[in-house]
Structures are given as C-alpha cells and as structure tokens.
C-alpha cells in the first residue's frame, strides 16, 4: 500500500492549539472528534450484479487548515508545515494583500505548469479536486503530489471531505460534477471565514482566492461573496512576472473558434460515437504515426484481434485532421478508388504558408501523380480522437517575421510532431534555445495546434541542454527522487543484523573479487573459484542482493520499476535506483560486508557442471579489480595469491565454456563501440576510442551468461506459468540477404539455415590480402538481427535465444541497473524459499505488461546512448576542424553509401544528390552491390577516404558531413559531398533499424 499523506489518522489535538479553539458545532460525534457518517451508493460489479454498498465516513473536526502557526487548528508534528503565515508569493495588482489561491479540478489539470512555477507558492489543494484529477489524469496527479511534496511551494493538500464543517452530500437531482463544484465553493467559504479568525503578525487578513475558469462557477462563487478570478486574470496581474503569461495554456472558447477564421478541418464525432462505431464496425481504432519525411502523410495502426497490425495510410491535411503522433484515434476506410500509395516525395513543413490553404492543397496534388497501381493500399481518414497522446516537446521558437509580433511558430525537434502556434513576449530571448512547450488545444479553423510556453531548457548547442533535451526526446524518466521514494531506503548507519543472516550463507571467508571497468561504482557482480577436494573446482557468481531492499509495491519498487534501467550517457548516469542503493548499500564494494545472491557449481576441470545450488549469502569481496588489473595479475608468474589464483581457474574455465558455446552455434558479432575520453574537468570530449576487449572482460561475460542461464532454468521449473525470461528471435531469413550478396561479391559463401552454420562461415571468411573484411562482414551480420526481449513464459511458447544459441535466458546479474533482474531475484527466491511472495508475482498478464514496459525503456535508453555518442561526435568534430579518414563502404543504396569510418566508429549515409542541384548520373546494382556515379563504381566493402566537417548551418539539425576525397567522382559541379546526420534524437525511426542490428552484444 502507498502511504498517503491526505487523511490523517485520528490524533489528540495539541495542547495549546486546542485551548484556543472555536467552539464546536454540536453535530453528534465518535471519539476523539470523529464523526461517523455513512454513504450508501450502487455500485454494479464486473459480473454486472448492481450491488449496494454503504462505505463509512469518518468526519472530523482536528484537520488543520494548514496554515503556518494558525492558533485554532492543531498542530500536527508528523505533517511538513504548509502554508506560510506570511504568504510569499508573487505581488498581484488584483489582490495586493497577504493570499492563497484555492484552484478548482480543470485549472489543476488545465495550468499545472502554471502551478508548477516557482512564482506560484501557497496553494490550497482540496482533497475533492485531487480525487477528481486522480481519475482524470494520472501524468498531472503524480505532478501535482510532486508539488505538495516539495517544502518550498508550500502547497497544502486539505481533506475536505473528511472535515465536518466543509463535508456536503450529493442533493437529489445534483450531478456529481456540481456537487463537487459545490463541495469546492463551500470549501473556500470555509477557509475565508477561517483565516478571518486568525490574522497574521502584521494584523492583516489573509485572504484566499479562489481560480476558476469555467464561467458558471465563477459567477456563484461571487454570488456567494467568495473572490474569485480566472487563472488568466490572476497571473496578468502579478506585477513583477509578466512572462508567467506565456505558461498559460490556451484554453479554446468553442464561441470564439467558429467566429474567426475560415473552417479548415472536419468537426471530430463525438466519443460515445466513436465507440458504436468501432463496435460496429464503420471505424477502426488505432495508433496515429506521423511520417518524418512528409508532413501530409501518416499510418494508422489498427489495433484488435482480427485484423492484427493492419495498417492504414492517411494522406492530406483534412484526412490527417489534426491527429497528432502516437495519438490513439478512429479512422474510417475510403472507397478502394480513392485508395493511394504511400508517397516517395520528401515534403517538409516549413510553415511559410501557414494560413494559405491552397498552397497546401496543391502540395496534396503532388503526392498523387505517378503512381503505380500495384502500390495502392487501404487508405483512410481520422473521424475523431479516442486518446490524445500528448506530452510536452522539445524544440526550438521559429520567430514571427511579423515585428512586435506575440504569437509565434515552434518547431519540435521531432519532426513528427506538428509546429505549435503559442503566444509569447518573450521571443527574443527565446531564440536559439531549446525550450519546452505544451499543446492545448487544436481548433478547427487552425491549421497549427495551440500551445504554450513551458520551460526554457538552455542554449543549443550546450552540452547540459543537449543532454536535458535528449533524456526528455527518449523519455528517460531523469527527476531527482522523490522524497517519498527516498523513504524506503534503509537508514543510515546501516548494518547486517541477525534477521538478515536468518535465511543466508557466510561466504565472508572465501575469496571472492570484482572485475568491472575503471571507475565503477555500481559494481552488480563478483565472483570466486576455488579447489575443493575431489580435483573439482567450486565457482561462485554473487549478485548484488537488491531485492533485498526494494520491497514489492512501495514507491521505490514502482519508482525502479518504471525506470526499468540505468541510463549510460557519455559523461552521466541515470541510475534506477537511489544512489546509496547503486553505489554503497548493494555495490559489492571490497573489504566491506555485503548481502548477495550467489548462484554457485560445482565444475570439473573440463567445465562441465556437476551441481548448481543458490543462496541468499553475505560476501567480503577481497578486490575490486579493473579488466586491465585482473588480466595483469593473470599473466603475472610471480603472483600466486588467493585472489591471482581464483582468477586464474575462473579465466581457464572461461575459456573452455566461451569453446563450448561457440562450438554450439553461438554467434560472436562485433560492432564499433565508440568510447570518449572525457577531459576530467570540462567533461568535453578529448579522444575518441572504439573500445578495446580484454581476456577478463570474455571472463567475466562467461560467467554471467551462465548464471542467467542457469537461474532461468530453476525459475522456469518453479515457476512454468511465470518466469520472466529473455528470448532473441532468429531473423526471417530474407535478413540476410543483403549479407549474402555483400559476401558472394568478394568471392566468399555466407551459410545462414542455422545459427551454426552461420557462425562456421563467418569463420571461414577471410581474406588474406583484407584483415578487416572478416570484421565488415561481422558487422553486416549484426545488422540482420533482431532485438533480444523480455517475456513472461505462460504468455509465449517460443523461448529461444538465436545470439547465445541457448534454448533458455533471463538477466539475473545485473540488478542495479535492470529492473528484470529484481524480478528474477524474486522468483529465484522464493523458489529456493528465502522469501515470501506476492500476488503480482504470479499474475502472468502483470508480467506481461512489465515486460513491454522494460523492452521500452531499454530500447529508448540505447537511443539515449546512441544520441548522446551522437552528440559527443559533433563536439570532437567541431573543435577539431576538417579530418581526413579511411572508411569502408557497408550498404549501397540506390542514391546513396553507407560508410565506416573503423578510427571512430562512425557511420554515415552518404547522399549523391542535392536539393537545387543537377542530379547527377547515378547507376545502382543489387546483385553485386554497387553504384556507379558519374563513371566511377563504388562497390560495398570498398576503402575509400572522406573528409569530416561538422555542419551547423541548421542549429537544430546539426550534421557530420563527409566529402570523398578518394576516389574523387569527376563530374560537372556536382559536388560529390557526404552528409551524415548526427543529431540522432530526431531520428529514432531510422535509428530503430540500425541499432536493432548494430547491437553486438544481442545478449
Ligand atoms: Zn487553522
């Protein structure tokens, strides 16, 4: 159960405040100034049955107001003081006096970013409004509790519905909605009169204020001698933050809308509506997929059962009708004569024409010609929106050339998502910095969605913003922890007591040690290999014992399990668990005593496994060693300690299983890791390195792979209906046929009916006068997988993971910074009965849908990694001026290469053509893959030497671009340039096919 903070629990009032209380009423009352009272709903279950249910309802009379130092309420210890006596907030020329303002449930939900703004303080939340924004909208209920919590905004959650004098029934006749108006008003009436009691030091009244925008309230509240304004009168008339103006979201007066302006898009149907008709058929729902290269055309992927991922094109303006990317939305097939193709045309919006809807008309005309019949596929049109998706975007203000101007363009970086028209006065200083902004509302007479101005990120181009804006581009949740999750962590000084041993092992006398990369902090595993008697050897792999502190269903557990990983980022970490979890408590640091899981076997000297048992233990890791150390000490004849030889049999036996896997069909692939040396004080990039494998680092993997292994088979056995496992589907085999004929054209045969026989060829292929072909053909076969993923076995029949050629996998090694791995231990524990288990435990649809949580934010933490790669790049690049590189080709397209350059492990798509130039004479060949520009042939695996400049022409939009220098293309002024782009953020689409492929480790 989640603790909360809104209904206090029944508690003597204090002393001095109760002896200056107001008299109470003479409502009869339970004990300690309870009050019991019931209400009696209907209710119909699942089952349909319409039950009554009579639900308790305690009112009180100790729940303070909430104010700071008020003398008629009691004080409560226990609650962090909320409102100030002397409000601090920001000075209004309409209520120049002391105030708090009270909002009701749409202004909550509407202006959260208003409410969010340091300037805002002193905020009176009724437990009515936050019951009604918890139903409405979780994103903005878990930012307003995020408000409350924070000291400094002195915002205060008031229980009004437990407090006898501000608790109204429903009346006969009264919707819920206007009894919770009421309930709101009477709530304001109460504190007015409240507050008038009390007077702050300087004998003032405090005031409060009540914010509605829905006109109706408005006028009652005044009628009632409530003060009431609108959010937008209120922030218009705080005197010293006229930007604050720009956070207000623009909320549509339906009125308004259809008096200005021309009538641009079709009305959506109603929702009710939608719903019949999804039933019946005439609609279809699913997910709206804005298209990166054409503004006018998208997808819709229809959702449900019987037509599984159909997929339905949508093209022009009024067909889109105003759907915004990852929108949930119901569209209507057209006739099969109006059905088109999808357009090869690149057609970006440059929001030049904004209210010229003829120019966009015509742009339609364009997507229409030439196409072939044979491409046409079932095209539709949006009716109506059943989920907006909508969250705040990164981007950049595309000022108005309009002088003096307020409303402004603003483009989103992902180009996916439309322009936003907002309204700032600010737009000076707004130029050339990232900042955030929010839609509100898309009228039918705009063409551009209405939003406004969140957030200003920073200057583009500086590192701390890029950073910001790619962790926010591939939603990384990256807040500080909240303070309720820090409450689940264990107190400081911590130690191992008694009832922690109850179920472990003391291992604390064997020689147990850690190899992981310098400057690890967050060390998962160690390990230890020693002789016992029987000429046998006993190794030991000993986790980090997470799950010993993260307890299921407190707001840690939820907190890690949304996160669902650590995110690596060139010169920053976001961890998924608090810091003293990942770098002190659970990192198994040497010469401290540390809880682990340790999955221990028995192994003869040949590797093969005689007995595995598991423990929960508590080690004393004797070292924590770095790849280059351990493999030091290895090769090291004079070392002969305890620590040198446990290495020793672990890197031996290593070896033998590494033989054995291969042997089996695994597949060893290789992409260029690009690493950076960061200057250890500026954090820019110095150097760029592709990463270096050591002995140790196979040493260390071995041994991983063969706990999780291992651990997946006991949880399996336990548990046939609910382990969380890890497979990687073998690739459709048309994958590799671009991996074939690459091959075939150097003469070479690539086997791919099996893993093994594919993994036997690329051993064969070598070429003796071309070392680095067999690594080009490594690559190119990463590039052919498909993504590992996490599954719960009672949802999936098929288990197999292709890359480690293993029938069974999960990921128990790493539960720091994976959230899998948590389960697991959990599974794995209460398998061997060293913990208790829990209902969501065994719900194979809950694991289900935590496994499509973690496959999401792993994917979106490699393209973190990979843009942040992306970004460090330009900054090498940028200070290092033009440099002149080998590179290999590795895909020829039909306009264009893909080369690698093997120095940075950079890749890039090479494009012969540009926009306003003659195109020059291009000659593309598919079976020996090869394209011929102006003459000169260029063949894949090809070396060639390009020139590397960092583009900023579009700040934006910056770009690696490359010019070949060898073999020089002669041609008549076309200039035969390379442009890579590298802001990679806006490219998850393209992206998503690389990394899919180029991830080596398919672990
Ligand atoms: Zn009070």
């Not at 088979?713 to 496992?725: H, V």
């Not at 000169?936 to 671009?961: E, G, P, W, Y």
């Amino acid at each position: 159960m989640r603790r909360g903070r809104a209904t206090p629990s029944p508690r003597r009032p204090g002393g001095r405040a109760a002896s200056r209380r107001a008299p109470r009423g003479t409502l009869g009352r339970g004990r300690a100034g309870a009050m019991l009272t019931s209400r009696t709903f209907l209710k119909r279950t699942r089952a349909g049955a319409v039950v009554k249910v009579v639900r308790e309802h305690y009112l009180r009379d100790d729940i303070p107001c909430g104010a700071d130092a008020c003398p008629l309420c009691p004080v409560r210890p226990d609650q962090p003081l909320g409102l100030e006596a002397r409000p601090s907030g920001a000075a209004s020329g309409l209520c120049p006096g002391p105030h708090y303002l009270l909002p009701d449930t749409n202004l909550l939900l509407h202006q959260i970013d208003i409410l969010e703004d340091p300037v805002i303080k002193n905020v009176i939340v009724l437990q009515t409004v936050l019951q009604e924004v918890r139903s409405r909208s979780a994103p903005v209920y878990k930012r307003i509790r995020d408000v409350i919590g924070n000291p400094e905004k002195h915002f205060y959650s008031f229980t009004n519905e437990h407090h006898r004098e501000t608790y109204i029934e429903q009346e006969q006749g009264e919707s819920s909605n206007d009894r919770n108006d009421r309930a709101i008003r009477v709530a304001v009436k109460w504190y007015s009169e409240h507050l008038k009691k009390i007077q702050n030091e300087e004998n003032e009244d405090i005031q409060v204020i009540f914010l509605t925008n829905d006109r109706n309230n408005k006028e009652k509240a005044l009628e009632e001698g409530i003060t009431a304004y609108t959010c937008e009168e209120y922030i218009k008339s705080l005197i010293d933050n006229p930007d604050l103006v720009d956070r207000l979201a623009c909320v549509s007066d339906e009125g308004k809308e259809i008096e200005s302006g021309k009538i641009i898009f079709p009305e959506h149907v109603p929702l009710s509506k939608l719903q019949q008709g999804i039933k019946s058929g005439i609609y279809l729902q699913g997910t709206y997929r804005a298209s990166r290269d054409n503004y006018l055309e998208a997808t819709v992927w229809v959702h449900g059962d019987a037509e599984e991922n159909k997929e339905i094109i949508i093209q022009g303006l009024k067909h889109l009708n105003r759907a915004v990317h990852e929108d949930t939305v119901a569209v209507e097939l057209l006739a099969k004569d109006e059905w088109v193709a999808p357009s090869s045309v690149v057609l970006q919006d440059d929001g030049q024409n904004e209210d010229d809807i003829e120019m966009e008309e015509k742009k339609e005309n364009i997507l229409k010609i030439s196409v072939n019949k044979n491409m046409l596929r079932p095209t539709g049109k949006v009716v109506g929106i059943i989920k907006r998706n909508w969250r705040p975007f990164c981007g950049m203000l595309s000022k108005s050339h309009i002088k003096e101007a307020r409303r402004h363009l603003f483009t989103p970086a992902d180009r996916r998502i439309p322009r936003i028209r907002i309204e700032t006065r600010q737009a000076d200083k707004l130029e050339g910095q990232r900042i955030i902004v929010a839609i509100d509302g898309w009228p039918r007479n705009s063409r551009y969605p209405n939003g406004h101005f969140v957030k200003n990120l920073g200057s583009a181009g500086d590192k701390e913003t890029e950073t910001e804006v790619l962790l926010l581009e591939h939603d990384v949740p990256h807040q500080p922890f909240s303070q309720n999750v820090l409450s689940f962590l264990p107190k400081m000084p911590w130690s191992i007591t008694e009832k922690d041993m109850k179920y472990r092992e003391d291992l604390r006398h064997l020689y147990v040690c850690s190899v992981d990369p310098p400057g690890c902090t967050d060390i998962d595993d160690a390990l230890h290999c020693r002789e016992i008697g029987n000429g046998n050897l006993e190794v030991g792999v000993h986790i980090a014992d997470v799950s010993h502190f993260i307890r299921p269903g407190n707001a840690l557990d939820d907190e890690s399990a949304k996160r669902g990983t650590t995110v690596y980022l060139c010169e920053k970490r976001i961890d998924m668990v608090p810091e003293l979890l990942s770098s002190n408590l659970c990192s198994l640091r040497s010469n401290v005593d540390r809880l682990a899981f340790s999955c221990i076997w028995e192994m003869n000297q040949k590797a093969e496994i005689l007995n595995t048992r598991f423990t929960k233990s508590i080690i004393n890791s004797k070292a924590s060693l770095t790849y280059a150390e351990a493999q030091m000490r290895i090769d090291s004849a004079a070392m002969n300690d305890d620590i040198t030889v446990s290495l020793r049999g672990l890197n031996k036996l290593a070896k033998i299983l590494k033989k054995k896997r291969i042997d089996n069909g695994a597949l060893m692939l290789s992409s260029p890791e690009v690493r950076f040396h960061m200057d250890s004080e500026t954090h820019d990039p110095i150097d760029l390195q592709t990463k270096e494998l050591k002995e140790t680092n196979s040493m260390v993997e071995e041994f991983m792979l063969l706990a999780n292994v291992s651990v997946a088979q006991k949880i399996y056995d336990e548990f046939p209906e609910f382990a969380l496992l890890r497979k990687h589907p073998a690739p459709p085999p048309s994958n590799y046929d671009i991996l074939v004929k690459a091959a075939k054209s150097k003469n070479l045969e690539i086997k791919t009916d099996s893993a093994k026989a594919l993994a036997e060829s690329l051993d064969k292929a070598e070429s003796p006068d071309f070392p680095y072909l067999n690594t080009l053909l490594r690559i190119l076969t990463t590039r052919c997988m498909m993504q590992a993923v996490y599954f719960c076995s009672g949802m999936d029949s098929d288990f197999h993971h292709y890359g480690l050629a293993s029938p069974i996998y999960t990921h128990f090694t790493s539960p720091i910074r994976r959230y899998a791995d948590i389960i697991v231990h959990r599974l794995l524990a209460v398998a061997i009965g060293a913990d208790s288990t829990y209902p969501e435990l065994t719900d194979k649809h809950k694991l289900a849908d935590l496994s499509k949580n973690l496959n999401y934010r792993h994917k979106m933490a490699q393209y973190a990694q990979r843009a942040s790669v992306a970004f460090h790049t330009q900054l090498f690049f940028k200070t290092k001026g033009v440099v002149n590189e080998d590179a290999y080709i590795l895909f020829v397209r039909r306009n264009a290469v893909v080369v690698l350059i093997p120095k940075y492990g950079l890749e890039g798509t090479v494009f012969f053509e540009e926009k306003d130039k003659p195109t020059p004479k291009l000659d593309y060949n598919s079976e020996v893959p090869s394209l011929t520009v102006e003459g000169t042939t260029l063949c894949v695996f090809d070396k060639v030497k390009v020139n590397i400049t960092l583009d900023a022409s579009n700040i934006q939009h910056q770009k690696i671009r490359m010019e070949l220098v060898e073999p020089k293309i002669l041609a008549s002024g076309v200039p035969a340039h390379l442009s890579t782009e590298m802001s990679s953020y806006n490219e998850p689409e393209k992206k998503k096919k690389k990394l899919q492929q180029s991830n080596s480790k398919v672990e």
